[in-house]
C-alpha cells in the first residue's frame, strides 16, 4: 500500500512539475529571438506545393506557380534549446549574403545567424488543450520575403494558440528555390519592373504631396501608375485562397490532426509590405477573413472605395511618407481601424533585424530599422497583433488602452482616419 501511495504521489508531483512548465512554456528562458509570451511550444511544418489552379506567366517554360509553406502552431512537447530548429534552416546562406552584403554584411554574419536556435522544432504533435485553434494566412514582402526573418511574429502567435501558415510565392522570392523542381529562381530584372515603375511614377509626379488638397488625386494617380504590384495582388490574392482551400480539404483527412484543429471560421491575414497590402485587401474582399493585420505597406488592391465594416490593423514606419498619406486616404471609410506607428523606424524593422545586431553591430541594424529601440518596437507590435487577433478572432475583451503607450516612441489609435495631414 505504501508503495502505491508513493507511486501515486510521485505521479502527481511529476504532472504538476510539467503543468507547471508547460504554463509557462519557456519562462524566462533567453534566446537568439524574443521569448514567446503564450503557455504553449511551438511545432512547425514545411513543404512546397504546386497551385495548379494559377499559371506562372504565359511566357514561362513552367505551367504552375509553386508556393513554399510553412506552419507554425502551437504544441505541449517540451523540447530542450539545443534541439530546437536553425534559424534560416533550409535557405540558401549565399542567396541571403548577396542580398545584404552591399549593407555591409559579411557571409560569416550570416552563417553565424543561421546557426543560432529557434523556439521552434519541427514535426511536434499539436497541442490537445483546445479542439480548434484560429487560423492567420501571413504573407512575406516582396522580392525579399522569408518566412523565417519573421519568426518573432509567428512564433509569438502559435504560442498563444494560432495556427500561422506563411506562403511564399517561389519565383518571386530571391532565397527561396524548391530543387525537386528545377530552376524556379527568382527573375531578378523582371521582378525589378514594379520598382521600375516606381521611380517613373516619382519622377513624373508634380503635385505637393504636404497640401491635403492633393492627397486624393495623388493617392489615385499612384495606384494607378503602379499596375504591376496590383497585379502582383491578384496573384497573390488568387494563391492565397488555393492554399486555404488546400487546408480545409487536408482537415477532412483523418490522419492530418494538425488540420484537423484549424477553425475555418475565425481567420485573419497577417504580412508586410505587399504582402501587408495582400492581408488587409483580402479581409475586406472575401467574407472567410474575418480581421486583417498589416505591417508597413501602401494599401493596393480595391480597399480604396470600400466601406468595410471588417477590423483592420494598420502598423507603419516613417519610412515613406507618400504611404502614410496615401494610405490616409485609402482607409478614410474603413469602420474600424487600429493604427499604430513606430515613431522612427524604417521599412526592416518589421521583421527579426532588431535581433542581428549582437552578429552585425548595433550601428548597421540601425541603418536598416532607423533609429529606434528595436526589441522594445517588436514586443509592442507583437502585443498589439496579439490583442487585435485575440479580441476579433476569438472574442477577448481588447487590454490595450493608448495611456499605456509611450508617445515620444508609438502612435496608436482606434479610429478610422490615420490623422496623417493636418
Given amino acids: 500500500m505504501t508503495n502505491i501511495f508513493k507511486l501515486f504521489s510521485t505521479c502527481v508531483l511529476y504532472s504538476f512539475i510539467c ?28 513543404f512546397f506545393m504546386k497551385d495548379s489552379l494559377h499559371k506562372k506567366g504565359w511566357f514561362s517554360k513552367e505551367d504552375y506557380k509553386r508556393l513554399h509553406i510553412k506552419i507554425w502552431y502551437p504544441s505541449d512537447s517540451l523540447v530542450s534549446s539545443n534541439n530546437r530548429n536553425k534559424y534560416l534552416n533550409g535557405y540558401d546562406l549565399d542567396d541571403i549574403y548577396n542580398l545584404f552584403k552591399k549593407k555591409g554584411i559579411e557571409q560569416e554574419d550570416i552563417i553565424n545567424i543561421a546557426s543560432h536556435r529557434t523556439f521552434s522544432k519541427d514535426n511536434l504533435p499539436v ?9 492567420i494566412i501571413f504573407t512575406p514582402g516582396y522580392y525579399f520575403g522569408l518566412s523565417d526573418i519573421y519568426s518573432a511574429f509567428a512564433e509569438n502567435l502559435a504560442s498563444n494558440g494560432y495556427i500561422v501558415c506563411s506562403i511564399i510565392h517561389v519565383h518571386e522570392q ?21 520598382f521600375l515603375q516606381w521611380w ?11 497640401k491635403a488638397k492633393n492627397q486624393e488625386r495623388l493617392t489615385r494617380y499612384y495606384l494607378r501608375r503602379l499596375s504591376r504590384f496590383d497585379k502582383k495582388i491578384e496573384s497573390w490574392e488568387a494563391s492565397t485562397l488555393y492554399v486555404i482551400d488546400y487546408l480545409k480539404n487536408q482537415k477532412q483527412i ?50 480604396i472605395d470600400s466601406e468595410s465594416t471588417k477590423p483592420l490593423l494598420l502598423i507603419e514606419s516613417d519610412h515613406q511618407k507618400k504611404w502614410k ?64 487577433f485575440n479580441h476579433h478572432l476569438q472574442g477577448n475583451k481588447s487590454v490595450i488602452a493608448e495611456e499605456k503607450i509611450d508617445d515620444d516612441m508609438y502612435l496608436y489609435q482606434i479610429s478610422n482616419k490615420c490623422i496623417y495631414l493636418k
Avoid: W
Fill in 19 to 46: 503543468t507547471t512548465v508547460l504554463s509557462q512554456a519557456f519562462g524566462n528562458e533567453e534566446g537568439f529571438l524574443p521569448t514567446p509570451t503564450g503557455s504553449h511550444t511551438i511545432g512547425t511544418t514545411s
Fill in 127 to 135: 497541442s490537445d488543450a483546445r479542439t480548434s485553434y484560429p487560423l
Fill in 174 to 194: 530571391i532565397c527561396i528555390k524548391d530543387a525537386q523542381q528545377g530552376n524556379t529562381d527568382l527573375k531578378k530584372a523582371k521582378s525589378s519592373l514594379p
Fill in 200 to 210: 517613373l511614377a516619382d519622377l513624373t509626379c508634380f503635385r505637393d504631396v504636404n
Fill in 254 to 303: 483523418p490522419e492530418n490532426k494538425l488540420y484537423s484543429k484549424i477553425d475555418f471560421e475565425n481567420i485573419g491575414t497577417f504580412g508586410q509590405s505587399l504582402g501587408g497590402a495582400l492581408s488587409n485587401h483580402l479581409c475586406v474582399s472575401h467574407n472567410e477573413i474575418k480581421a486583417g493585420a498589416s505591417m508597413d505597406c501602401i494599401q493596393f488592391g480595391d480597399v
Fill in 325 to 388: 498619406i496615401g494610405n490616409e486616404y485609402i482607409y478614410r471609410d474603413i469602420d474600424h481601424l487600429e493604427y499604430l506607428r513606430i515613431k522612427g523606424a524604417l521599412h526592416f524593422l518589421f521583421c527579426d533585424l532588431p535581433y542581428y545586431d549582437a552578429t552585425i553591430g548595433d550601428s548597421t541594424v540601425k541603418g536598416f530599422i532607423g533609429d529606434v529601440d528595436g526589441e522594445s518596437a517588436i514586443g509592442m507590435i507583437n502585443n498589439t497583433v496579439l490583442n487585435f
